[in-house]
């Protein structure tokens, strides 16, 4: 049996090849076309950023100890957020 229509996520144009899934009970196949994953130039520019920031503010290694590594860990969120990256 052959779908056609949507794949995961929404995406237009793929083929879902189903077999008997009763007789080997899971989907046989399933074709999508690939997926572009080439940057736009405003991805490739936040991409240089970011990463010209990360090697600028490289924090190091995290300190051996709970309480220092908490401590390490919260000063980095805190320089990342000062710095507009929250969240990375």
């Known amino acids: 049996m052959s779908l056609s229509g949507n794949c995961w996520g929404g995406t237009a144009g793929c083929d879902v090849l189903i077999a008997d ?7 046989a196949r ?7 994953l080439t940057l736009s130039p405003a991805e490739e520019a936040f ?19 709970d309480e220092a ?16 990256w929250a969240g990375v």
């Open 69 to 84: 590594a908490f401590d390490f860990r919260r000063a980095w969120q805190r320089k990342l957020n000062g710095a507009g």
């Open 30 to 36: 399933i074709r999508c076309p690939p997926v572009d």
């Open 47 to 65: 991409r240089d950023e970011l990463r010209s920031w990360l090697e600028a503010n490289n924090p190091g290694r995290e300190p051996p100890g």
């Open 21 to 27: 899934i009763e007789a080997i009970g899971r989907v």
